[in-house]
T-cell receptor
């Protein structure tokens, strides 16, 4: 499953399928990006990050792709499981100098159907 | 390693009052940031502290303030509370360099009546 519209807030997939969550960022000067997962009643949980000098980074069952030309990020989750159901946020660091100032996307609600 | 701890988890205050929220970062982390999360505005940056100094500031009114102590623990204060301040306030800590990920606590849910 894939949310092809950047403003589409929900994505529903079957257990075992691969999921793709898309995100547009706004600042061409941003050089560090993070994906977070937020479950109900909890704070955002770090999933994976990527620097602007890379275009792909892989973790356990997750891959982040960065396209700086069109200012686009995607998060791919392999073999999606019910425990992956949550809201997913992308964030870009727009901080000055060595600081952090994350700007978050609107989030995508991922629902995994058993 | 213990995660980011925020206290209290829930607060109910009356309009016009003030409130102080507390955050203990992950051990060894020197940067603490605060974010506000609401259904309408999403996650918005309030401020970042590093070595007891405010390093970045968001676009919130002066009623929102914070500080960081020498042990990296941080507090956030909101004065003259308004109904619109009702939100989940999240604290995050990191090593402090711009390419290190922020790790969030589970937040303080503030309700202003």
């Amino acid at each position: 499953g894939e949310n092809v519209g950047l403003h589409l807030p929900t994505l529903s997939v079957q257990e075992g399928d691969n999921s793709i969550i898309n995100c547009a960022y706004s600042n061409s000067a941003s050089d560090y990006f993070i994906w977070y997962k937020q479950e109900s009643g909890k704070g955002p949980q770090f999933i994976i990050d990527i620097r602007s000098n890379m275009d792909k980074r892989q973790g356990q069952r997750v891959t982040v792709l960065l396209n700086k030309t069109v200012k686009h990020l995607s998060l791919q989750i392999a073999a999606t499981q019910p425990g992956d159901s949550a809201v997913y946020f992308c964030a870009e660091n727009e901080g000055q100098g060595s600081g952090s100032r994350l700007t978050f996307g609107e989030g995508t609600q991922l629902t995994v159907n058993p | 390693k213990a995660g980011v701890t925020q206290t209290p988890r829930y607060l109910i205050k009356t309009r016009g009052q003030q409130v102080t929220l507390s955050c203990s970062p992950i051990s060894g982390h020197r940067s603490v940031s605060w974010y506000q999360q609401t259904p309408g505005q999403g996650l918005q940056f309030l401020f970042e502290y590093f070595s007891e100094t405010q390093r970045n500031k968001g676009n919130f009114p002066g009623r929102f303030s914070g500080r960081q102590f020498s042990n990296s623990r941080s507090e956030m204060n909101v004065s003259t509370l308004e109904l619109g301040d009702s939100a989940l306030y999240l604290c995050a800590s990191s090593r402090g360099d711009r390419n290190s990920p922020l790790h969030f606590g589970n937040g303080t849910r503030l309700t202003v009546t």
